[in-house]
C-alpha cells in the first residue's frame, strides 16, 4: 500500500533553496502618509541601495531562480531609476509585480506596462468610495487611483490587482470593490491589516470586528473564487473549510522582504529588529542571508504550535499570523489575535503583555501625532559615498515637475 502523498505546505514549511517570490521595498519615500501603513513610509533613508546595488541583488534572484519579485515602498515609482531597475529584471527573468498608489501612471506608462509580459501592476484602494479611501490614504488619493486605473484600462492592460487591506470601515464594500474591479478589468486582491507600523497605531479602531471577519469568511467562500488574499486570511480557515492558498505562514520559508537599505526580513509584514535575518551587502549577498542565517533555520525547524495545537482548528489555521502576534504583544506560539475561536481576546485581555515599540518611523511626521503632510525630499546616492549628480528633477522631490494629464 503506497503511503499518502505529501500536502504541498508539508513540503514549504520546512523551507526552500529560494523564496518562491519576495517582497523588496526600494524605498521609504512616499507621498501620502496612509493611517496603516506599515513600513511607516513618507521620508527617504539616505542609506537607500545604490542602482548598482539594486542590480547586483537582481542578478542573484536569477541565479536563485527566483520566479517574480513584489516591489513596494513607500511609492516605489518615486525612485528615479525605478523604471530601469524594472527592465533591468525582466531582462534578467525575473518578473516584477509593483504597488503603487497610481500618482505616475500616466497614459504613457499605462502604454508601456501593457506591452510587457513581465509586470504586473498592483493599485491600492482602501474604500470603494473617496469617503472610505480617503479617510485612511489621504485627501484625493481615490481620484488619483481610478485615474491611473482608467488609462490601464484605456491602454489594454487586463488583470491589473486592485489591492484593499480590509478594515473596519469597508468591510462592507467587498461587493462594491468587487464590481468596481469588474469595470476596470482589474483583478481584486484582498490584504489582512496588520498592526505594525503605523498600522499599530490604529489597529484597535481599524481592524474588522468578531462579526465582520465572520462575514468575509462567508464571503471568500462564496464569491471570493478569482479574488487573490495571498494567503492573508488563512486564521479565517477555522470557520470551516480551508481557504484557497497554502494556509501558512510563510515568513522564512517562502518569502521574505528586503528593505530600502538591504536588511532582509523574514516577514514582509514584521520589519522589526527581531526578523531581521541579515543584509544583502553581507558577505555572500542575498544567497547568504537565505540559506544560512540563524533565524531563517529557526523557522524552518518543526513548530510546536504552543497553546494552540490544543485547538481542533490547530490544523486549519495553523495559529495564525506571525506579525499580529507580534505587534499586539503576543507569544509567538499563542493565538492569533483575531482567532475566531475567540482565544486572542482573552490574551489580549492580557495585563502583562508587552507591545514591542516600533522599531523605525520614516513618517513625514517626526513624531507619532497625527501627520502634517509635509513634502518628502528624496536623494539616491550610496550608503556611505556622496550623493549621485541629479538624475531628473524628481530627485530632491517625488513629485517635482509633475503634472496630471
Not at 462594491?176 to 486582491?189: N, P, S, V
Not at 514591542?356 to 513618517?363: F, G, L, T
Request: aromatic share 8%; hydrophobic share 35%; net charge negative.
Amino acid at each position: 500500500m503506497t503511503a499518502p502523498a505529501a500536502r504541498l505546505v508539508d513540503h514549504f514549511q520546512y523551507g526552500l533553496d529560494a523564496p518562491i517570490c519576495l517582497t523588496w521595498e526600494l524605498t521609504y519615500a512616499c507621498n501620502l502618509s496612509c493611517v496603516h501603513c506599515l513600513s511607516s513610509s513618507g521620508r527617504r533613508d539616505p542609506r537607500e541601495l545604490s542602482t548598482e546595488e539594486c542590480k547586483a541583488v537582481i542578478d542573484e534572484l536569477e541565479r536563485m531562480q527566483v520566479f517574480y519579485v513584489n516591489i513596494g515602498g513607500g511609492e516605489p515609482t518615486v525612485r528615479p531609476d525605478f523604471w530601469e531597475l524594472v527592465d533591468y529584471a525582466t531582462a534578467h527573468r525575473v518578473g516584477v509585480k509593483f504597488s503603487t498608489n497610481g500618482v505616475r501612471i500616466t497614459r504613457d506608462t499605462a502604454r508601456r506596462l501593457a506591452a510587457s509580459d513581465y509586470v504586473d501592476v498592483q493599485l491600492s484602494l482602501d474604500g470603494a468610495t473617496a469617503e472610505v479611501n480617503d479617510a485612511v490614504r489621504g485627501e484625493g488619493s481615490y481620484a488619483t487611483a481610478l485615474r491611473a486605473m482608467g488609462h490601464l484600462r484605456e491602454a489594454g492592460f487586463a488583470g491589473f490587482k486592485i489591492s484593499v487591506v480590509v478594515t473596519r470601515h469597508n468591510a462592507g464594500q467587498l461587493d462594491a470593490f468587487q464590481e468596481l474591479a469588474a469595470r476596470y478589468g482589474a483583478q481584486l486582491r484582498l490584504t489582512r491589516l496588520r498592526p505594525s507600523g503605523r498600522g499599530a497605531d490604529v489597529w484597535d479602531e481599524l481592524h474588522p470586528t468578531a462579526g465582520q471577519q465572520k462575514e468575509l469568511y462567508d464571503w471568500l467562500v462564496a464569491r471570493g473564487e478569482n479574488v487573490l488574499t495571498g494567503d492573508s486570511f488563512f486564521h479565517l480557515s477555522a470557520y470551516g473549510d480551508p481557504l484557497p492558498g497554502l494556509n501558512l505562514c510563510g515568513a522564512g520559508r517562502v518569502v521574505c522582504l528586503i528593505d530600502p537599505v538591504g536588511d532582509v526580513y523574514a516577514c514582509p509584514f514584521a520589519i522589526h529588529d527581531a526578523f531581521r535575518a541579515g543584509n544583502v551587502r553581507d558577505e555572500g549577498g542575498f544567497t547568504r542571508v537565505w540559506r544560512a542565517s540563524d533565524l531563517f533555520a529557526d523557522l524552518r525547524r518543526p513548530q510546536t504550535g504552543g497553546a494552540c495545537t490544543n485547538c481542533s482548528a490547530f490544523d486549519a489555521c495553523r495559529g495564525g499570523c506571525m506579525a499580529a502576534k507580534f505587534f499586539t504583544g503576543l507569544p509567538l506560539d499563542g493565538p492569533d489575535p483575531e482567532c475566531v475561536r475567540g482565544h486572542g481576546e482573552a490574551a489580549l485581555a492580557d495585563p502583562h503583555r508587552t507591545v514591542p515599540a516600533p522599531a523605525q518611523d520614516h513618517s513625514h511626521r517626526t513624531s507619532r501625532e497625527p501627520a502634517a503632510r509635509e513634502p518628502v525630499f528624496v536623494t539616491i546616492g550610496s550608503r556611505s559615498g556622496p550623493r549621485t549628480p541629479p538624475v531628473s528633477a524628481c530627485e530632491d522631490h517625488p513629485l517635482a515637475g509633475f503634472r496630471l494629464p
